[in-house]
């Protein structure tokens, strides 16, 4: 063992001492820690477990928490969630629990169906099952205030809801805090500079609703916003947008509940709840943020976002990928970042494949299948969809 190593477990070990006779903040040692209880935290820490490391997740918010989704998981998350987790509980699936397809909906009043083999689930129950289910240690009402990467680990000091600091000291650091990730911030500010940002509003409202359930609708009309959706779950009615940088999210909302509302007839709606979060797409310019030599970054924290802001998939795989890396550069002796680089170059690829518009619409076996959605429509409609999900994309690649 290195001078350098022993003289920073000695300090460490003061610390402790200090602590406990001192009372200094609390202090956690581990061998990997997670920030973010979302489905990427969640799917690392399960990895950890089951390798049987020591993983502790630390989440800002008290679970189970409310997270902007719409809840549909396609068939790649699915997968991996009956692989790494077994059977999901009931309580996690909304009624209808299934969606058979986004129905595109045009100015003409006409609409398309892409098929969609999708189950839907409400984000707070599945994340908190997801928790239980990784049987690590979780600390929630626990936000990590900052980080130091050191040679043999990575010590962190966080703060809890009631003010009291802990401090925790990790070989590992996972971070899977999500799109505005704090810590690619801190590794990587002028990534985080080059991206643009924008703001996705969800509204949930208990109304007399006429949409049709079992759909994921979404509303091609770039003057309301970048993706008005709308969706039918547990007899609630959800509206989400997603509003460019020069827009105001809560004037798109405005402008879709106008169009919305007035087309299915809702005459009054109570709003139940309101979730807002930036987002951004890190694969267009290809600016992912992977890490450095003992932080992971998994999940959209690193830019794991697809075409059509789909990202549990991406969240869960690279969230396990990064559990496995850890696992074996630990047993290795080595860092892990240049094996999760390796590691993760699949998924980084998948999700870029999804901003191909040709790969998109003409290749079978992405997770909305557009080829057979097109196939049923007129050649008008085929025209007016590949428009306007061109325009979209534009706008989405900046
Ligand atoms: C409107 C909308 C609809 C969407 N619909 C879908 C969909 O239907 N299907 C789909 O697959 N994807 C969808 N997505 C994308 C999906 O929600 C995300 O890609 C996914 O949640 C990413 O998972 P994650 O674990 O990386 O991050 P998150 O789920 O965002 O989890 C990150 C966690 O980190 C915590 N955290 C952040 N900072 C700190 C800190 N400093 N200390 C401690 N904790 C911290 C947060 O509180 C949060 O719980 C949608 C996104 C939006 C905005």
Redesign the pocket.
């Known amino acids: 063992m290195s001078k350098k190593h022993l003289s920073s477990r000695f300090l460490r070990a003061t610390r402790y001492f200090i602590f406990v006779y001192g009372g200094l903040s609390p202090m956690i040692e581990c061998d990997v820690a997670i920030?973010?209880?979302?489905?990427?935290?969640c799917s690392a820490a399960r990895e950890c477990t089951r390798r049987g490391l020591k993983a502790v997740i630390?989440?800002?918010?008290r679970i189970p928490?409310h997270?902007?989704?719409?809840?549909?998981l396609?068939p790649d998350?699915i997968r991996t969630l009956s692989e790494h987790f077994g059977d999901m509980a009931q309580d996690v699936f909304a009624s209808p629990s299934h969606v058979h397809a986004m129905r595109m909906h045009f100015p003409s009043g006409n609409a398309g169906d892409i098929p969609i083999q999708g189950l839907m689930i409400w984000r707070d129950r599945l994340d908190a099952w997801l928790c239980k289910s990784s049987q690590a240690v979780v600390l929630d009402e626990t936000?990590?205030l900052s980080f130091k990467e050191g040679i043999d680990g990575v010590d962190l000091l966080c703060i809890k809801s009631n003010g009291e600091l802990l401090e925790v000291h990790s070989r590992i650091l996972i971070a899977?805090?999500?799109?505005a990730s704090?810590t690619v911030k801190q590794i990587d500010p002028s990534l985080t500079a080059k991206l643009t940002w924008y703001v996705?509003l969800?509204e949930t409202y208990a109304c007399e609703c006429h949409l049709e359930p079992g759909l994921f609708h979404f509303f091609a009309f770039p003057g309301i916003s970048l993706y008005p959706s709308a969706y039918v779950k547990d007899g609630l009615l959800v509206m989400?947008v997603v509003a460019q940088p020069k827009d105001k999210a809560t004037s798109a909302m405005a402008r879709f509940k106008e169009h919305l509302w007035r087309r299915i007839g809702i005459q009054q709606a109570c709003l139940i709840r309101r979730l807002g979060?930036r987002?951004t797409y890190a694969a267009p310019k290809g600016l992912f943020c992977f890490g450095s030599e003992r932080i992971l970054v998994s999940?959209?924290?690193s830019g794991l976002?697809n075409f059509f802001?789909?990202?549990?998939?991406s969240?869960l795989a690279s969230g396990r990928i990064a559990g496995s890396v850890s696992f074996e550069s630990i047993r290795q002796g080595v860092s892990p970042g240049r094996l999760y680089r390796q590691e993760i170059e699949t998924e980084k690829r998948k999700t870029v494949s999804t901003f191909n518009y040709k790969t998109l619409l003409f290749q079978e076996g992405n997770a909305f299948n557009f080829k057979k959605g097109l196939q049923v429509l007129n050649w008008r409609e085929r025209v007016r969809l590949s428009k306007n999900l061109l325009k979209w994309f534009l706008a989405v690649k900046g």
């Open positions: 920030v973010g209880a979302g489905p990427a935290g630390l989440e800002k918010k928490r997270k902007a989704c719409s809840g549909i396609v998350s936000k990590m899977a805090d999500g799109g704090r996705a969800q989400e979060c987002v999940g959209e924290a976002l802001g789909e990202g549990i998939s969240a």
